[in-house]
């Protein structure tokens, strides 16, 4: 008899919700609100200049840490916005997306048996990466509807194998932007508990009316014990390309690097240089137009929303909104997303897949990062359903 079997792993590993809705979209001809896969138009400086990197012949291998090109400008854009001076040698590493950049820097920083801090609600990739290490996720749930921290909770999480906090701000699903007292209640924390800080800052250009982004790397002794990955995906709306970042203390990049190397090789050239050349060449004017573009998307949405019966929960920041989904037909969250892709043609994400099981069963996630003319399909559709 055969004894040949998957890991130990391998039978908790499923599909994800996110890319569920997206095939059960595709395969109905719907409108995928259910993945961030941001489909609005690439800036044409970035565009055109990895055309001209493939034309050119940038398309082999390159440093385990990226063009030097694009260190440079992710340096300089650092020093710009968050007035750091980053050795793009030395701390700075490009990566096959953030979540090679997460994936890297856990592999190189915890081992199995750790302990690590994340938020709830909160994006599965992360607390699923560490599980894929066999490090443990310790959920602690923000404050329901505000989504405020309770930083007494997160001290209460702590153990003896805590080895981080993981933060994402603005956050997937709920667009919670951290504010300064949370950051520096986290920050004091990590200090005294001598923990690094994982931040998730992907998002970080979507910030909306009264609201600031703030990394925590920039807090007093948090540079040298946080890790930032950020990228390129959501703001040049080239999620495919692959391309992120991670910002970190020179003593950690090496081993960073080693594994990144391991799995990935490096993120694809071509796309390096035309992420590189919006850094160099977008002006300031493109960022805030990014945001105030996304901020009248989310408005529309939210009224779309709330005209359904479905009430949304405004987010800070991201693109992403979570709404209440009692009305809809079905025992769970995941049923009553079929139910809305089958009645209007529009698909979301159950609310369940950013909670821990029995949580967000009457939430869906929505993601508003679309071309106008989708949108407003969506949002038509959306309200129709009112009426059926």
């Known amino acids: 008899m055969s004894t040949l079997r998957t890991s130990a792993l391998a039978p908790g590993s499923v599909q994800s919700e996110i890319r569920a809705m997206s095939l059960l979209s595709e395969a109905a001809g719907g409108i995928n609100m259910s993945q961030g896969i941001c489909d609005t138009e690439v800036p044409a400086v970035v565009r055109d200049e990895a055309n001209a990197a493939i034309r050119n012949g940038n398309n082999i291998y390159t440093r385990l840490d990226g063009i030097a090109r694009l260190r440079a400008a992710i340096a300089a854009d650092w020093g710009k916005r968050h007035n750091l001076t980053l050795d793009p040698d030395r701390e700075i590493m490009v990566t096959s ?27 599965g990739y992360h607390a699923n990466t560490l599980r894929s290490m066999r490090v443990e996720p310790v959920i602690v749930p923000l404050d329901y509807g505000s989504w405020s921290l309770n930083i007494e ?8 194998k805590t080895r981080a906090i993981l933060i994402n701000t603005p956050s997937n699903p709920c667009g919670k932007v951290f504010t300064r007292a949370e950051l520096t209640a986290l920050a004091e924390l990590a200090i005294e508990r001598d923990l690094f800080v994982f931040s998730d800052e992907i998002y970080e250009h979507f910030i909306y009316p009264g609201h600031q982004h703030i990394s925590i790397a920039t807090l007093p002794g948090m540079r040298a014990r946080t890790i930032t990955f950020s990228g390129f995906s959501k703001t040049y709306s080239v999620t495919g390309w692959r391309v992120g970042y991670v910002v970190a203390d020179a003593k950690w990049l090496p081993s960073f690097g080693y594994f990144h190397d391991l799995v990935y090789i490096c993120a694809p050239a071509p796309f390096q240089h035309g992420c590189a050349a919006g850094l160099e060449q977008l002006p300031q004017s493109f960022y805030a137009d990014l945001a105030a573009d996304h901020d009248r998307k989310r408005l529309q949405t939210m009224a779309a929303l709330a005209d359904a019966g479905l009430t949304p929960h405004n987010p800070d920041g991201a693109y992403y909104i979570l709404a209440d989904a009692t009305p809809l037909r079905g025992a769970t969250a995941a049923e009553k997303a079929r139910d809305l892709l089958a009645r209007t043609g529009v698909a979301a994400v159950a609310g369940s897949a ?27 559709r959306l309200r129709a359903l009112a009426q059926s």
């Open 97 to 123: 997306g953030a979540t090679g950049a997460l994936y890297a820097s856990a592999m190189a920083l915890l081992d199995p048996g750790d302990e690590v801090i994340l938020f709830e609600p909160g994006y």
């Open 354 to 380: 950013f909670f821990r099981k029995g949580g967000g069963e009457n939430l869906l996630r929505f993601c508003f990062g679309k071309r106008d003319a989708d949108l407003d399909e969506a949002c038509r």
């Open 153 to 160: 909770a997160v001290r209460a999480a702590l153990t003896p």
